[in-house]
């Protein structure tokens, strides 16, 4: 699982890393229903509270980026996106306006948006942080097919071979072929894993 009190994410490509410390977050607070988490595909939150329905329902993940949109304008660009089942939703989204900037929203398991949270840009090359660089690893998340979210899922269960893994997170950097694109499952016995294509499908399955 992600520590959430910091999120790295690395793009050889371009040679930007992203970190973003989850301090207080400015900006609004809303709530929306997104559905429940469907217990035969997600993991259960360890502490108790909903099931995240975004680790396996690819119209609830849909639904909520546009509600990120509406607070964060649009033409919608993210440089990640991922999700957990104690975080929720976390999208790492590039200002229309100022496009050098990038803001962290994290979309809960009962719906409460808060964000946009400044992300710390860090330059892996040692030059410095320009909005062509981040141009280069943003991308439009709807470029994702997340309407095969549950399907994915489901077929990721029945090659694991574990009946009982459920999905704990999953994560997203991008649509280039050298990005990370990684569905992650927990069973009583194993911990499996799918790389997924920006098409949702299957590359492979790793324990």
């Known amino acids: 699982m992600f520590a959430r009190t910091s999120l790295r ?7 930007i890393a992203l970190a973003c410390a989850l301090c207080a977050c400015s900006g609004s607070a809303s709530h929306g229903s997104y559905g429940s988490g469907d ?3 997600a993991a259960a939150n360890p502490g108790g509270g909903a099931i995240d329905p975004f680790l396996s329902d690819g119209h609830a993940v849909l639904q909520a980026l546009d509600a990120i949109a509406q607070h964060s304008g649009r033409p919608m ?9 104690v975080n929720g939703l976390m ?7 100022h496009r050098i900037n990038v803001d962290h929203y994290v979309v809960a398991p009962d719906g409460s948006l808060s964000g ?3 992300v710390k840009l860090m330059s892996l090359d040692s030059g410095p942080i320009t909005a062509a660089k981040v141009d280069a690893q943003a991308f439009d998340p709807k470029a994702i097919a997340f309407a095969n979210l549950t399907q994915t899922v489901r077929e990721a269960i029945a090659k694991s071979g ?3 893994a459920r999905v704990t997170e999953w994560e997203i950097a991008g649509i280039g072929p050298d990005d990370r694109r990684f569905i992650y499952f927990e069973s009583a016995r194993a911990r499996p894993s799918a790389e997924i294509t920006p098409q949702l499908k ?3 399955m790793g324990f």
């Open 77 to 85: 660009r993210v440089t990640s996106i991922s999700a957990d089942r």
């Open 39 to 41: 217990p035969s595909l």
């Open 202 to 204: 299957i590359v492979r």
């Open 9 to 15: 994410i690395s793009a050889a490509s371009i040679g």
């Open 162 to 164: 574990y009946p009982d």
């Open 91 to 97: 999208v790492d989204v590039q200002e229309p306006a």
């Open 116 to 118: 946009p949270t400044p």
